[in-house]
Structure formats: C-alpha cells, structure tokens
C-alpha cells in the first residue's frame, strides 16, 4: 500500500499529544459498528501536528447482501467513496479564492454576478445568502428527476423558473440548489466550473489528487456502493430519500452533474489532509499559503444558527461550513465550538478543529436517518476530542 501522503502510517500517540488508550478505543468503537452491520464498510483517518494519528479502513465497499456488485470488494485505505454533501464547503473554499482575488462580493446579489436570477423575489438574495442556506430555494421535485442532474442548463433553467419556497432570510438548507447557484456563479466569473477551478487551484497544488466532484479518472465500479439501510419512506427537506435511493445515488449522473453539493468523491485520508490545510490557516504541508489564514477564519466563524426549516434540526454555520456547538453536535457531546466540517448523506463527515487541532474524515457507506447517523458519529468524535486531553 501506497505510504505516501496523505496515506502515511499513523505514528505513536504521543507523537502528536493524544492519549494511546482514548484514541485505542476510538478505533475500536468505529471497528464495532462496522461488525454490528451500522455500515457495510468504511475508513476513518486522524490528523494532528502534520502527521497520521490513526487510519482504519475497513468492511466492504460494493457487494454487500448482492447489491452493488456480483462479488464483494473489500474497503482499502485509498477506496473511492462517494462523499455527497461534505464537498460543500469546498465549494465555499473556491469562493473565498475568489472573493480574495478580489472578483467577487459575498454581500452582493447573486443577480449582481447572474443577471437572469431577479424576478420571482429573488433579487435580494445575497451570494452570503447561499452560503449560509438562507436563499429559500428548494427543488424538491429534482430528487425524483436524478437523471436530469448532469444537464446543468435543463437544471439551471428549472431553477430560474421556480419561485423560492420560503422568503429570503428563512433557515432551511438547500441540498442541491446551494450548488447550482454557486457553480453558475463560478463558472460566469472564471469560465471554467467549480470542479476545474477545485481541481486546478486546491486539489492538485496540496496534492489531493484522489479529491474530485465527480469521478475523476476513475470508471463508476471503482467507487463504494452508497447502501440505504433505513425505512421504505424517511422525508427530509421535504423529499422521501428513501425512495430508489441505491438507484439514484449510485447512479453515474450524480457524478457527471459536478455539482458541488452533492458529487464530491474521495477517501478519508484525502479529506482529513484537507481539513489539516484549513486548521493550518491555508498553508501546505510545506508552508505556502494558499489562502490568508484571517480569511480561513471568517468563512469557519458563525454566520447564523438555530433551527432550520428543512432539516428540521439546530444548525450553526459558517460560510459553507457547518459548525460545532456549545450543545451537542456531530463533532462532540459538548463544547465542540471551535469545529468546522460537513457530513454527506447520513454516512460521512469531514471536519476539523480550531481548539484541538485534530483534522478527521470517517467515511462510511451506510445511510439509514440522522437520529442514526447522529448516535453512531458522536461516539467517535467525542472520543477523538478526549483523546486530545
């Protein structure tokens, strides 16, 4: 196996300040869900200080019960799991580039960048607006239409058609439409897409090649299945994702959409080493900085907070990032105030931590709800912030 970064071999605890037996039962926590059947299979990497404090892969990735696959692949460190919505902030991060650059104000109007967005009480809609899930937009209806994913004008002109769900201000998060906006944005100001401007200006100068929206190089049977293992019906931001859910997000649209709320690819060791680039204020593993550490700092501060609409649930949020909280949140029973990340689906989340310094990506490809996801993440993130004692 490949032992180059972001793959290296995790070292002693002590070597990055976390207690051995903390971070021994971690690991075994995350190894007993697996064996429980909480998830077919998965990996969970740790960064701290610039180096690996723990790295488990682990279970099946495509075959499991005959789904996904005639015969069973097992997980490897560097298999290539669809991560869905913890490529949100990714997205975010490209804007900051280039609100940094000086191409864009995250204060304007989106109608100020993409003139045919007014109309339909649109044209007070903020790009901030977007980031922080306050647009009102919702598409429920594209959930059952994943085949038009990859059409981004069909898409993109569906979405100027459609008046928003609730004014502008409301709390309700946007779970494709937050990508939609963001990538037309992008692609006005650059030419290029989100994806290539990810791609070309974050993922291949830290090295993170293995970190794409959409497939990459890879063909789509390299990827982990996505398994629902939950009720026939489960109604979140007012779609039943229940329904022909293996169908739709495994299927090859989803990827070639690139649409940076929902298609990010990638394995834990390439989302941790990520989020270590961010706890290091926007430097690589060899000191350039990327993007200015004050700037990494606004877009992980709160923006806006409490319950919201669509999920049906408190949030915290930065500027694309979802943020701990003084009560508990995915990132620890409490005090986890000085976390930013995203989950994807009910089986991922990728974070890292202005007080500890920990960088985390657990990556499985179990879906079942997010009382689910919620009780299983929370064992392992708090013991994680523990182990930093």
Same mark, same amino acid.
């Given at each position: 196996?490949?032992?180059?970064?972001?793959?290296?071999?995790?070292?002693?605890?002590?070597?990055?300040?976390?207690?051995?037996? /903390?971070? %021994?039962?971690?690991?075994?926590?995350?190894?007993?869900?697996?064996?429980?059947?909480?998830?077919?299979?998965?990996?969970?990497?740790?960064?701290?200080r610039g180096k690996v404090a723990l790295k488990l892969a682990c279970g099946i990735a495509r075959g499991w019960q005959g789904r996904g696959g005639d015969s069973i692949v097992n997980?490897?460190? *560097?298999?290539?799991?669809?991560?869905?919505?913890?490529? $949100? #902030?990714?997205?975010?991060?490209?804007?900051?580039?280039?609100?940094?650059?000086?191409?864009?104000?995250?204060?304007? #109007?989106?109608?100020?960048?993409? #003139?045919?967005?007014?109309?339909?009480?649109?044209?007070?809609?903020?790009?901030?607006?977007?980031?922080?899930?306050?647009?009102?937009?919702?598409?429920?209806?594209?959930?059952?239409?994943? =085949?038009?994913?990859?059409? $981004?004008?069909?898409?993109?002109?569906?979405?100027?058609?459609?008046?928003?769900?609730?004014? %502008?201000?409301?709390?309700?998060?946007?779970?494709?439409?937050?990508?939609?906006?963001?990538?037309?944005?992008?692609? /006005?100001?650059?030419? =290029?897409?989100?994806?290539?401007?990810?791609?070309?200006?974050?993922?291949?100068?830290?090295?993170?090649?293995?970190?794409?929206?959409?497939?990459?190089? %890879? /063909?789509?049977?390299?990827?982990?299945?996505?398994?629902?293992?939950? =009720?026939? /019906?489960?109604?979140i931001a007012e779609m039943d994702v229940a329904e022909r859910f293996e169908e739709k997000q495994n299927d090859a649209a989803v990827f070639a959409a690139g649409n940076p709320a929902?298609?990010?690819?990638?394995?834990?060791?390439?989302?941790?080493?990520?989020?270590?680039?961010?706890?290091?204020?926007?430097?690589?593993?060899?000191?350039?900085?990327?993007?200015?550490?004050?700037?990494?700092?606004?877009?992980?501060?709160?923006?806006?907070?409490?319950? *919201?609409?669509?999920?049906?649930?408190?949030?915290?949020?930065?500027?694309?990032?979802?943020?701990?909280?003084?009560?508990?949140? #995915?990132?620890?029973?409490?005090?986890?105030?000085?976390?930013?990340?995203?989950?994807?689906?009910?089986?991922?989340?990728?974070?890292?931590?202005? =007080?500890?310094?920990?960088?985390?990506?657990?990556?499985?490809?179990?879906? $079942?709800?997010?009382?689910?996801?919620?009780?299983?993440?929370?064992?392992?993130?708090?013991?994680?912030?523990?182990?930093?004692?």
């Amino acid at each position: 196996m490949n032992n180059s970064y972001p793959y290296e071999s995790a070292v002693e605890a002590s070597e990055v300040g976390m207690n051995a037996d /903390r971070l %021994r039962q971690v690991a075994n926590e995350f190894l007993k869900q697996q064996q429980q059947g909480l998830f077919p299979g998965g990996q969970l990497v740790v960064r701290r200080r610039g180096k690996v404090a723990l790295k488990l892969a682990c279970g099946i990735a495509r075959g499991w019960q005959g789904r996904g696959g005639d015969s069973i692949v097992n997980v490897q460190d *560097n298999t290539p799991f669809p991560v869905y919505s913890t490529g $949100k #902030p990714m997205a975010a991060v490209v804007i900051a580039m280039l609100e940094s650059q000086g191409l864009l104000d995250v204060s304007q #109007p989106v109608m100020s960048v993409l #003139p045919e967005f007014a109309g339909l009480g649109r044209d007070e809609i903020t790009i901030l607006d977007v980031l922080t899930h306050r647009g009102g937009i919702i598409l429920a209806d594209l959930i059952n239409n994943h =085949k038009i994913w990859n059409y $981004k004008e069909a898409v993109w002109q569906h979405l100027l058609k459609t008046s928003p769900r609730y004014p %502008r201000g409301t709390f309700a998060y946007m779970p494709t439409e937050y990508g939609i906006i963001l990538d037309q944005l992008v692609t /006005r100001l650059t030419g =290029k897409t989100i994806a290539e401007v990810f791609q070309s200006q974050l993922a291949a100068p830290l090295g993170l090649h293995s970190m794409h929206y959409g497939l990459g190089s %890879r /063909r789509l049977d390299e990827l982990a299945w996505s398994y629902w293992q939950g =009720k026939d /019906r489960y109604v979140i931001a007012e779609m039943d994702v229940a329904e022909r859910f293996e169908e739709k997000q495994n299927d090859a649209a989803v990827f070639a959409a690139g649409n940076p709320a929902f298609s990010m690819v990638a394995d834990a060791a390439t989302l941790a080493a990520f989020y270590e680039f961010l706890t290091n204020g926007g430097r690589t593993p060899n000191g350039e900085q990327i993007i200015k550490d004050d700037l990494v700092n606004r877009y992980t501060t709160r923006q806006v907070s409490g319950w *919201n609409k669509s999920l049906g649930t408190y949030l915290s949020l930065g500027h694309g990032f979802m943020l701990g909280t003084a009560t508990p949140s #995915p990132y620890g029973w409490w005090g986890t105030g000085g976390c930013f990340g995203h989950p994807g689906l009910f089986s991922s989340l990728a974070y890292g931590d202005h =007080k500890t310094g920990l960088s985390v990506a657990i990556v499985t490809n179990g879906n $079942k709800s997010l009382s689910n996801f919620f009780s299983r993440f929370i064992k392992i993130t708090h013991g994680l912030k523990m182990a930093c004692k």
